[in-house]
């Protein structure tokens, strides 16, 4: 499974770059295709948040995350919430909910999608993941 990212949902609801909106776009449908799509609860309640903070209507917001909703997020448990606190550690605390999706990721995927490279450079070394930047 490919875990998908706040940014990447984000960036394929709104267009703010067209090239990266496309490119998304793209790899969305094709990973939909294929059946690989893993989505968390925590890029919902992220994802909802987002939208407001760029001022889309709230029916659009509403759509959105009921469309996530279909895709069966997945919840994290006290185990994931662990392995994020010793991520979170290995890089000062910084980014901790990027620190919570990578800790669901390794329990549930091979790769991680997402177009936040600052952050995510930071804990690709303390991750098995494959770490995809858009």
Known sequence: ???????????????????????????????????????????????????AKLEQPVDFISEKLDFLIAFEPESYSHAEFTRALELAKLIGFRDFNDCLHTAIAEQHCTDLYTCNYKDFKRIQPHTTLNIHFL
Do not use: C, P
């Open 1 to 51: 499974m490919k875990y998908i990212d706040t940014d990447v949902l984000i960036h394929s609801f709104v267009n703010q770059n067209a090239n990266l909106h496309l490119k998304i776009v793209d790899l969305f449908k094709t990973l939909v295709t294929e059946r690989q799509v893993f989505i968390s609860w925590l890029s919902l309640q992220e994802v909802g948040f987002v939208l």
